[in-house]
Structures are given as C-alpha cells and as structure tokens.
C-alpha cells in the first residue's frame, strides 16, 4: 500500500524533450513508471522516450487518460505550467522545477487550491512508491518496499535516510519530497492525515529543517492523538540567522524558524526525535522491530 | 537579497512613498554638501550597511548645524559599525545617507510581508514604531494589526483603514496611510519584494505621514526578471568568498570554524555541518555543489573552502544517488591532484557503486581517509584535528 501514486498512477511528463525531461525521464521508465505521455509547446506530434508529446496537457489528458504530471520545465515557466497542469485536470502536480519566484508559486498555488489539485513541491526530489512507481528525481535504487512513511523537505538528506532504512532491512511505503521552497504544495501536516489512513504504513519520518513552522505545526497534528510512530530530523541546528542555507526556505528569520524551536515541538508532541543523522535507520528499526 | 536604507526609501518614493529629502555621501565633504542644499536646520546622518540596530550603535547623528552634519559623517564613513545583527566584527561604513530632519509627533511601524503559513502577502501595522517589532508581538501583541491579501489581488481599502484605525490614525491620516500601503504593496507585487518595513513611520507636528527608515527583502529567484533591482546588489555587504562562489555557481556560506565541508544537497549539507558540531570540531562552511555534483564543481568546491586561511581540515560527504561513487571518487582524486591538497581530507562516499568509490580514493597517491557514516567522518575530522576544535 501506498499514497498519492502507485503502480496505477499515468504520468504526464511536462518539459519531456528538455535536457533534464529526457534524463529522469528515461530513469522513471526504466524503474517502472507508467509514463504515458509529454508535453513541450511546438513539439506536439513527436514521439519521445516511445511516448507522444503533445502541445498543451489539455490535449495529453485527454488522449492518454494521465493523473499525474511532473514538471522538469525552467523557473520562469513552471508556475504557468502547474496552472496547465491543473486545469487539465490531472489529481496530483510534481514540481521538481527550483528557483520559482515566489509571487507566481502565491498565484499558482491559489489556482491549484481552486480546482482541488494536489501538488507536491517545487524545488523538491519528487515522490516514489518503492517497487510500483518513481515520479521525480531521485536514484530508485536505495528504495526497497516497505511500511515506512517518509516526508522531507530536502533531497539528498531524504536519500540519506531512505538509505539507512534500507540498509535496516526496512522498506518505505511512500517517500515525498515536499521541497525547499517558502511555498510549497502538500505539507507535513497533510502528508501525516494520509499516512494516517494508509493500512500500509507502519510508522512515519518527517524529515525537516530551519526556517517557517511546518515542523511545529505537524508536532501539533502528533500531539493531537497519533495513531503510528513518528520520527523527526531537523537539519540545522549550527546554521546562522538570516542566511539563506541553499533552500530558498531555510532560513532563520529573527527568532522564528530555529532547529531547537523545532526539536522542542516535536520531542514534546511525543515524536521520536533522531538528534544524530547517523543514527536514523537504527532508531527506526529498533522501534519497529 | 537586501538593499540599502537610501536604495530602499528611493524605490518606495518612485512608488510614491513620502520619504524625507536626502542624498548619498562617501567623504564628510559631500554629506557638507547635501546638508547645505537640504537648506534644513536639522539634519540626520545615517550609516549606509545592511543591518538593524544602527543607532544604538553609533551609525546615526541627529545634527542641529552644518558643523555637526561634518563631525558626524566624519566619524561614521570608515567606522566598524557594531549592531546587533552584525557580529562582533561589525560592518565597515562606506557611504552615509543625508536628510532632513523630520518634526516627529509619533511612530507607528508598517510592513508588507510574504506569510508563508497563508501562502500569501500580509500587511502588519502597529502604533508601537521604532521599536524591535518581535519584542513588541511578545510583549503587547494587541498593538499588532495585520491583514492578509487574496492571492494576487491587491488590497482592499476596508483592510487599510482596519488597520490605520486600529492604530489611532485620524480620517486624514488613514487617507494617507491608505495610499502609501497600496503603494507599497504594488511595489512589493511588481518588483518581488517578500519583505516590505518601514519602522518607523513617522507622523509629523502637521500632521503628515513620512518613512524615516525602509528595509527591503527582494526574492533572489526573481532577480533575473527585475534588473534594476538585481542591479542594486552592493557587492561589498557580502562575504568575498561567497560573491566567488556564487560566480562559480556554487552555494556557499563562510562559517567561523576550521573544518571545510563540502556536500552535494543543502539539507545534507546543513546536517553535515551539525555532525560535525556534535563531533566536537566547527564547520568553516556551508557549501552544497548540487545534487548531481561532478569533478568540475567539487574542483570550484576545493578552491573556494581552501581560500578560507581558517581551514585545517575537509570533510566531503557525498550521497551519490543518480551519479555513481566511483565517478565521484575519481572526480575527487582529479580535483585533490589539480589543486594540490594540502590539509588532511576525510571522504564519505554512499550510494551505487561505493566500493568501487572506496577503491579508487584508497589507490590514489592522495592521503584519504575514507568513512562509512556520517557520524565516523565527523568524528574522524575531529581526530585529525586533536578532539577539540
């Protein structure tokens, strides 16, 4: 079991003819991924990767029945490709697209919203159901099926953890990137609700860091009455206020947005807090086993 | 990114923003020279550099003659100005802002900023200006007013005059305090501003609203398609070693430890720089070269952390995930070779292919430490370094 995406799950690939589309492309097919179409403005009518391409996702959903897209398309055009992607009617958007201005993801996001469309991202790895499907970026190997829940807002971090769990001789039900951005879609509170209902799903890491409060609010979800085990990481605790560290959203503004703060929230809300990145998978294991 | 107070009051005027009359000086005869065409008895200098807290530091004068005007620029241009968000250290002024001194009846604080919580523009208000408005949410948190804009909308007069009421304006001065956040708001939309503050925002003996002081936050993802405000960008408030890494293309932050990090992905490289805390030694940097990093970019990598004359030692923690260790290995062995390495070097490789990674770093001619974990890189730098950083 799983959320959001499964091996049912018909991708749409927006930006498929790019440099980035057609590399991670390739890989999606490659571990599996029901990738049924592309879209790239004035290529429509090529063939890609063995699948069409068309000119506007109106058209892709239409002809090949998708539910999900992914957009490897450049910052300046990814938010009016969400938009696209929304109004096409696709249930779920996976931006991986970084650097978005933050006024258009304002706009975007309210136009998702209207039309019920989930989205996870931008500026994030993507999301993959171990063994069914991988929509994103993210190297499909380290994955193994599993009953493990796994949010975070960061990729190679997500990786480092997915890995240790693996190598506990764990598996993962469904990984989420949900992004570095100050705006992002699904969150680590709504992740929580869905890992909730999931029958296979055991247990469930949030892997956060500094800046915004989306740690301290899921803390409050846990603390409500949490039926799995949760687990938490917060990466910078030695980082400095007021600097952007690489994420457009990590950063410490005045007061708010500090790792401790965060820690705090979580190790009070009953959440099984790993101070030691090293240590994750052997934490998890020793709970779960 | 940030600009300066003058920068900041010239942008809000463009936007029609009442700002007092000043001009920019880099000697004390230029500061002379405005002073005079200001034509007003009272004058303020202010230190020009990207930090809060200035006066309590020195970097503002309120000077009643020309005499004082020259004292002040004279003893602020050239000065290590100490504020709370500077450091230590300070910031060296280079050029001071000018201006007319305003009569001032009351302070009020005004903002546009970007609620990530609401994923939209919020406008806050507080009759208590001049003041750390994080302490004034604390402390009397019923003197904050704030509304939320529609999602690419602008805002509503209803919402301007709730919160100018709200703060004790008069009719006239709402009609005012209305015009000037719909203006800062327009601003904040057209130029991709997630922090719009003015504190204070003065009302002067007559009556008459006027910002004193302007901090601007522009999005850094949005700077290609504002030019003139990209153009804004003072390259003398930043790090000399980040301004290079970032021409490299590289995301690096100078830290005050002595162990270089390098690691592909800001959130590994920010628990990176935790570990190797825990381990009892202190990071020099945050530098993440992208999650597909290559021999290229671990080479800018290595130049920029060894520019640093702080660092005794480098740990590079790579998660190979779509490219493979042993591409990665040989691209550090290629960089340690070109740059000839000269302090120890602890390697953490993970991901496909990692022995193969492992053997090609144990063969090369370079004196490697290779760790399994994270936290035996950490501890093995904290070794190298004596235990104690």
């Given amino acids: 079991m799983s959320i959001l995406v499964d091996k049912n799950s018909r991708v749409v690939v927006q930006g498929l003819t790019g440099k980035e589309g057609m590399f991670h492309a390739e890989q999606m097919i490659a571990y599996g991924t029901n990738v049924v179409a592309g879209v790239t403005p004035g290529k429509g009518g090529q063939t890609a990767l063995g699948v069409p391409v068309f000119n506007t996702m109106a058209q892709a959903v239409k002809e090949t029945g998708a539910n999900v897209s992914v957009l490897f398309v450049p910052a300046a055009f990814a938010a009016d490709s969400a938009c696209e992607a929304s109004e096409a009617g696709v249930e779920l958007a996976v931006v991986i697209s970084e650097h978005i201005p933050v006024m258009d993801m304002i706009r975007a996001k309210a136009f998702l919203n209207a039309r019920g469309t989930k989205m996870i991202g931008p500026n994030c790895p993507g999301i993959i159901t171990p063994g069914e499907c991988k929509i994103g970026i993210q190297p499909g190997y380290i994955h193994k099926p599993g009953t493990v829940g796994i949010v975070s807002r960061s990729g190679t971090l997500t990786y480092e953890v997915v890995h240790q769990i693996s190598e506990a001789g764990l598996g993962q039900s469904t990984c989420i990137g949900i992004g570095g951005d100050p705006i992002i879609g699904l969150n680590f509170t709504q992740l929580l609700e869905l890992f909730r209902d999931d029958p296979g799903t055991e247990a469930v890491c949030l892997i956060g860091e500094i800046g915004g409060d989306a740690e301290e609010k899921a803390a409050a979800v846990v603390a409500a009455g949490y039926p799995k085990p949760v687990f938490g990481f917060v990466a910078g605790l030695t980082a400095p206020p007021g600097k952007r560290m690489g994420h457009a959203g990590a950063i410490i503004s005045g007061s708010k947005g500090r790792a401790q703060d965060k820690l705090a929230a979580m190790e009070q809300a009953g959440i099984n807090v790993v101070k030691a990145l090293g240590e994750f998978g052997a934490t998890v294991a020793a709970k779960l086993k | ?389």
């Fill in chain 2, 1 to 389: 990114m940030n600009v300066h107070e003058y920068q900041a009051k010239e942008l809000m005027a463009s936007f029609g923003v009442p700002v007092p009359q000043g001009g920019l000086a880099d000697t004390p005869e230029q500061a002379v020279e405005i002073a005079k065409q200001l034509g007003s008895d009272v004058c303020v200098v202010k230190a020009q550099i990207h930090a809060g807290g200035r006066g309590k530091g020195g970097g503002v004068k309120v000077c009643q003659n020309i005499e004082e005007v020259k004292t002040a620029a004279e003893a602020i241009l050239g000065m290590h100005l100490v504020t709370h968000q500077t450091g230590p250290e300070g910031k060296l002024v280079h050029k001071v802002w000018v201006e007319q001194g305003t009569d001032i009846a009351s302070e009020l604080y005004l903002a546009v900023v970007l609620d990530r919580g609401a994923e939209r523009l919020a406008v806050m208000a507080s009759p208590s200006g001049g003041m750390d408005i994080e302490q004034v949410a604390e402390d009397t948190p019923e003197l904050i007013f704030s509304t939320r804009l529609e999602p690419g909308q602008s805002i509503w007069d209803f919402q301007c005059r709730q919160l100018l009421f709200g703060c004790g304006l008069d009719a006239g001065q709402v009609r005012q305090g209305t015009a000037m956040i719909q203006a800062l708001v327009k601003m904040a939309m057209a130029k991709d501003a997630t922090l719009v503050e003015i504190n204070p925002l003065a009302i002067t003996g007559e009556g008459k609203l006027i910002a004193l002081d302007g901090k601007i936050n522009f999005d850094d993802s949005a700077l290609r398609r504002n030019p003139d405000i990209a153009a804004l960008k003072d390259p003398t408030e930043t790090d000399e070693l980040e301004l290079t890494a970032t021409s490299l293309g590289l995301n690096y932050i100078r830290l005050d430890g002595n162990v270089g990090t390098m690691v592909n992905g800001a959130g590994l490289a920010m628990a990176t720089m935790d570990v190797v805390t825990q381990a009892g030694a202190r990071p020099a940097n945050f530098l993440d070269v992208g999650g597909g990093a290559n021999e290229e970019m671990i080479t800018k990598g290595f130049e920029i952390i060894l520019d640093d004359p702080n660092v005794e030692a480098i740990l590079i923690n790579i998660f190979g995930g779509i490219l493979r260790c042993d591409v990665l290995a040989a691209g550090v062995v290629g960089a340690a070779q070109k740059i000839d390495l000269k302090v120890p070097l602890v390697v953490r490789l993970e991901g496909t292919n990692v022995e193969e990674g492992k053997r090609i770093l144990g063969e090369s001619s370079i004196n490697f430490e290779v760790a399994g974990s994270m936290s035996e890189a950490a501890a093995k730098v904290a070794a190298v370094l004596g235990g104690a950083a």
